[in-house]
């Protein structure tokens, strides 16, 4: 299914963020629902997907350094889910990554977490792991990525190298 044609992706500038915490909470729980409303604080950039200007979902984003970057949360409001609105979110995310020189994506989800598994799938995103994230990075660097990304136990790494144009 595809998202509502009216449905725009804007920034979310810090002061208006704590508007979008009720997705978050309709998303996740426990310690994730915990660490993604601090990232969605401090993280340097939030896109928000509105449709008749009210915020359906969002994505949290940071360049780990140059060439490299995360996809912290995809979060949808639990009324416009299975619409588009995750996909949506997440391709804009990638022509970002790719407009702003980022050379290699990842992102990680819950080993059980199935529609978010299908997600990024369907996007080109493959799992991986700090074997190989170390083989290519070098092992102090991956090291530090991992604990820049918060890669935690129980869930996959995933990897998506951005094409160049």
Known sequence: MTPPDATVIVDVPRKERAGLEWILEESFEGWY????????????LVRAATSSGKPVGL?????????????YYIAVARTQRKRGVGKLLLNDALRLFKASGVKEVFASVEEDNEPSEALFASEGFTPTNLGAVSRKHGRL??????????????????RRPIAEA
């Open 141 to 158: 660097h991956a090291l530090n990525m991992y604990r820049e990304m918060w890669v935690v136990p129980g869930e996959v790494l995933l």
């Open 59 to 71: 994505v949290m984003l940071k360049t780990l350094e140059e060439g490299l970057g995360y996809v």
């Open 33 to 44: 629902l915990m660490h993604s409303k601090r990232t969605l604080r401090d993280i340097e």
